[in-house]
């Protein structure tokens, strides 16, 4: 009776909680307390996440009910990994790029193939890049405009959604693009897109739909919907904003298919280190 009694307060605890939107699809394991990207992936069933700097350097498989599957141990350093992506193929990329002093010298993103994927440790290559606008590591502090969390693949290159540390203007974010080929490049600035100025509002990760119809940007405070667009000038189309009623560190987004995305916060307070689910039209 008294473990009937437990469960019964845990599903009364969950229901009355307030995630406004946001459909509850599970309370995530306790090694993805942190989780900072998260991505569907091509060729395979399972739902791919990390976590972000100072954790182990594993991708993490789990089912849709949010359990752990399959853990890879990938050859590289977790530096500060902040998003995930994949390709047609089935391949995904890790970005280590997070960058919170504007300082770092060795931003990359980390190539884990898809025929890795079926092993315990996983062999990568690495995409080497730097900012075409920034001279000095680190800038002065109101040009700290050089962090970044969020990326996506699209059309056999990567784009990257910088991320402000700029006091007053932290909604402001840079689209920056570099091929998705080992090789080590200068990423070329794409477009901008200032959101508001709160903290709440800088964006943390960032996807675009299986028919690449949609692009979104996630912060605390909302998700922005891009359509549109033209080419990859995501930023120059149609805004659509959700506001979030429903407020935590959210971490990771990514399409589940052209109409539902699934969104992910960090464990914090007590509060969150969830996956959620949320449609749009």
């Known amino acids: 009776m008294r473990k009937i009694g437990i ?8 229901s009355c909680q307030n995630f406004g939107q946001l459909k509850l699809i599970a ?10 990207g998260t991505e569907i992936v091509p060729k395979s069933d399972l739902i791919w996440m990390v976590n972000d700097g100072g954790n182990k350097s594993i991708l993490y498989g789990l089912n849709h009910e949010g359990e752990i599957i399959k853990e890879i141990y990938v050859k590289a350093k977790n530096h500060d990994w902040e998003d995930l992506t994949s390709d047609e193929k089935g391949n995904i990329y890790i970005g280590d790029f997070g960058n919170n002093y ?7 993103i980390v190539i884990v193939e898809q025929n890795e994927l079926d092993e315990k440790n996983a062999e990568v290559a690495e995409i080497e890049f730097e900012y075409p606008n920034q001279n000095k590591f680190p800038p002065k502090k109101k040009d700290r405009y050089f962090d970044a969390e969020s990326f996506f693949y699209f059309n056999s290159s990567l784009y990257i959604f910088s991320k402000s540390r700029v006091k007053g203007n932290y909604g402001k974010t840079t689209l920056y693009k570099i091929p998705a080929i080992k090789g080590t490049y200068t990423a070329e600035i794409i477009g901008e897109f200032e959101n508001c100025k709160d903290v709440k509002c800088w964006i943390t990760s960032a996807d675009i739909s299986p028919n690449g119809k949609k692009v979104v940007l996630l912060s605390q405070k909302n998700i922005l919907i891009f359509t549109d667009f033209k080419g990859d000038k995501f930023l120059s189309g149609k805004v659509t904003e959700i506001e979030l009623a429903h407020r935590s560190q959210k971490e990771s987004i990514t399409f ?3 109409n539902t995305l699934l969104i992910t916060d960090e464990k914090s307070g007590g509060t969150g280190g969830n996956l959620y689910e949320l449609k749009i039209k």
């Open 7 to 14: 469960i019964f307060s845990l599903l009364l605890f969950i």
């Open 27 to 36: 309370d995530l394991p306790k090694d993805l307390e942190e989780v900072s």
């Open 102 to 108: 504007s300082k770092r010298k060795n931003l990359s």
């Open 256 to 258: 589940k298919d052209n």
